[in-house]
């Protein structure tokens, strides 16, 4: 218990984005993900990677952009 509460703390949070955009409950992704890395010998786990890599440098984007009224 104290493990998944780690990762799911820690994570990325692909997951949590894609299931809130598409609407699709968190669990059901991971179980897909689980299979689908299974099935394809760990391709999935790439585009997880890249997609988490987009969403960081996205963030930090808007982190650092100010806000028009700032002078």
Partial sequence: MQLKSFVETRAFG???????????????????????????????????LIVAFVMNIHRYLRRSRKPVWDF
């Fill in 14 to 48: 692909v997951f949590t984005y894609w299931g809130k955009h598409w609407g699709i409950s968190i669990e059901d992704i991971r179980l897909y993900f689980i299979y689908l890395s299974f099935i394809t010998l760990g391709s999935p786990v790439l585009i997880y």
